[in-house]
């Protein structure tokens, strides 16, 4: 239970979740979806954060279907996730991150290198002393005004940062 819990932390404590999700239920969840209250998630690991996206991580990393059933009765979906079939939220993000550290992290330095010109609405802005992190925008025409989210990816794996972009970033 111990490792299960350790493997099940780590996924969930990735930093890809979203600002003020809504506790919704599954409806392809079957029928061992019960929501469980705040408390028993997080005495079970989970936040409040957890996206429903990450429990099925869960499952294909470790194969638990118990975790699986807890981490799906602890998540959330964000609320455009389920009015509009999907989950892409912005329409334009940016990378920001200093050059001269740049290479001292490895999986955003990939990223930068292999990925980033793959995402036509992101631009990789290096700024003076910048940590690694993303300036999210809900129209390309906000670009320069104040950003709809910021997330810090310093310690995201290369795919992540992949995956969570094609999944929040609207096709152009």
Not at 60 to 73: F, K, M, Y
Request: with cysteine; charged share 25%; hydrophobic share 40%.
């Amino acid at each position: 239970m111990r490792r299960r819990l350790s493997v099940a932390l780590l996924l969930v404590s990735w930093p890809m979740m979203h600002a003020d999700p809504t506790r919704l239920e599954a409806e392809d969840a079957g029928p061992t979806k019960t929501a469980l209250d705040a408390t028993k998630c997080l005495e079970l690991g989970f936040t409040e954060a957890l996206l429903c996206a990450t429990c099925d991580r869960v499952k294909d990393i470790v194969g638990d279907e118990a975790l699986t059933n807890e981490c799906l009765n602890c998540c959330t979906t964000p609320p455009e996730a389920t009015a509009s079939g999907g989950t892409a939220r912005y329409q334009f993000a940016r990378l920001v991150l200093d050059r001269r550290i740049q290479s001292a992290f490895e999986s955003v330095n990939a990223f930068v290198n292999d990925y980033a010109v793959d995402f036509e609405q992101l631009e990789v802005d290096h700024g003076p002393g910048a940590l690694p992190q993303l300036l999210l925008y809900e129209s390309e025409d906000d670009v320069e005004g104040p950003y709809s989210e910021r997330i810090r990816i310093d310690k995201w794996p290369t795919d992540v940062i992949v995956e969570y972009l094609k999944e929040n970033l609207r096709a152009p």
